[in-house]
C-alpha cells in the first residue's frame, strides 16, 4: 500500500471525528475578536527525515473570530502562507479566576511544501488537520493574553509547536447596550 493511500484512510475516520464535534455547539463566547498569535518553539516528534529540520519557524498569524491566516518559514527552510478555520474550539474556566483553557481542533491549507507531504494537492497546497490547546488570561473584557500547544500531524511523527496570543474583544452596539 503505497504511502498516499495510507495517510488516506488514516484521515477518513478523524474528518468524521471533526465533522460530528464541529456539530455541536461550543461553550466560548460569540463575541467578536482580533487576535495576534506569535510561534515560539517548534519541535519534530520524528527526527529521521534529514530534509525538515527548521525547528525556528518564525510564525505569524492572525485571527478573526475562528478564521486565520498566518506566514511562517516552513520545516523545508521555504515561505509559507496559510489560511485555516478552527472547526471545533471550546473554552471552560479555570475554577474561579480569570484563565480559561481552551481546547480544540483548526483545518488549514499552507503553500510552500510542494510535494513534500502526502497530504498536498499537485504540490500546490498541503491540507492539515491540527489538535490544540491554550490558557488565556483575561486582563480585561476586552483583552487576553494566553499561550497555545499545537499538534500538527505529518508523514513523519508531526510537529509540536507553541505560541503566544495577544486578543481583542470587540462589540457591536447592540452588544454593549
Same mark, same amino acid.
Given at each position: 500500500?503505497?504511502k498516499?493511500?495510507?495517510?488516506?484512510?488514516?484521515?477518513?475516520?478523524?474528518?468524521? #471525528?471533526?465533522? *460530528? /464535534?464541529? +456539530?455541536?455547539?461550543?461553550?466560548?463566547?460569540?463575541?467578536?475578536?482580533?487576535?495576534?498569535?506569535?510561534?515560539?518553539?517548534?519541535?519534530?516528534?520524528?527526527?529521521?527525515?534529514?530534509?525538515?529540520?527548521?525547528?525556528?519557524?518564525?510564525?505569524?498569524?492572525? =485571527?478573526?473570530?475562528?478564521? =486565520?491566516? @498566518?506566514?511562517?518559514?516552513?520545516?523545508?527552510?521555504?515561505? @509559507?502562507y496559510?489560511?485555516?478555520?478552527?472547526?471545533?474550539?471550546?473554552?471552560?474556566?479555570?475554577?474561579?479566576?480569570?484563565?480559561?483553557? +481552551?481546547?480544540?481542533?483548526?483545518?488549514?491549507?499552507? *503553500?510552500?511544501?510542494?510535494?513534500?507531504?502526502?497530504?498536498?494537492?499537485d504540490? #500546490? &497546497?498541503?491540507?492539515?488537520?491540527?489538535? =490544540? &490547546?491554550?490558557?488565556?488570561?483575561? &486582563?480585561?473584557?476586552?483583552? $487576553?493574553?494566553?499561550?497555545?500547544?499545537?499538534?500538527?500531524?505529518?508523514?513523519?511523527?508531526? &510537529?509540536? *509547536?507553541?505560541? /503566544?496570543?495577544?486578543?481583542?474583544? =470587540?462589540? $457591536? #452596539?447592540?452588544?454593549?447596550?
Open positions: 500500500m503505497n498516499n493511500n495510507e495517510l488516506s484512510q488514516f484521515l477518513r475516520p478523524i474528518i468524521f #471525528i471533526i465533522i *460530528t /464535534l464541529n +456539530s455541536w455547539s461550543t461553550n466560548a463566547a460569540q463575541n467578536q475578536h482580533v487576535a495576534l498569535w506569535l510561534g515560539l518553539d517548534t519541535y519534530h516528534v520524528d527526527r529521521t527525515n534529514d530534509n525538515a529540520t527548521n525547528e525556528n519557524n518564525k510564525i505569524t498569524s492572525i =485571527f478573526y473570530n475562528r478564521w =486565520f491566516i @498566518s506566514t511562517f518559514i516552513n520545516s523545508y527552510n521555504k515561505r @509559507s496559510l489560511l485555516g478555520y478552527q472547526i471545533w474550539y471550546n473554552q471552560m474556566p479555570f475554577f474561579d479566576s480569570n484563565i480559561e483553557i +481552551s481546547y480544540g481542533v483548526s483545518i488549514a491549507a499552507a *503553500t510552500g511544501y510542494g510535494r513534500n507531504l502526502a497530504t498536498n494537492i504540490g #500546490i &497546497v498541503t491540507l492539515g488537520v491540527s489538535p =490544540f &490547546v491554550g490558557a488565556e488570561y483575561d &486582563v480585561n473584557q476586552d483583552w $487576553t493574553i494566553g499561550g497555545d500547544l499545537l499538534y500538527i500531524p505529518t508523514d513523519n511523527g508531526g &510537529v509540536l *509547536t507553541s505560541g /503566544l496570543k495577544l486578543r481583542y474583544r =470587540f462589540y $457591536t #452596539i447592540s452588544e454593549k447596550d
